[in-house]
């Protein structure tokens, strides 16, 4: 699924249980580099499996 995710100064992801908080957070954690994407992150729902991941992010500045 696509997202798209204006970040401010702060930002407060806030949702019910399973609707997608940490994959945002590991999706940027993977594209900042901290993080490497493991056999366990191909798999929706923990059984069924993709074949490729895609994490595209454009950073731009912003003016405070």
Known sequence: SNIEV???KTTILCGTNN????SV???LQIALGNKQ???DDFYIN???P??????DILILP???
């Open 37 to 39: 994407i493991s056999q």
């Open 6 to 8: 204006n970040l401010e």
């Open 25 to 27: 957070l590991n999706a």
């Open 62 to 64: 912003f003016d405070e």
């Open 46 to 48: 923990n059984n069924t």
């Open 50 to 55: 993709v074949e490729q991941i895609v994490v």
């Open 19 to 22: 609707s997608g908080k940490s």
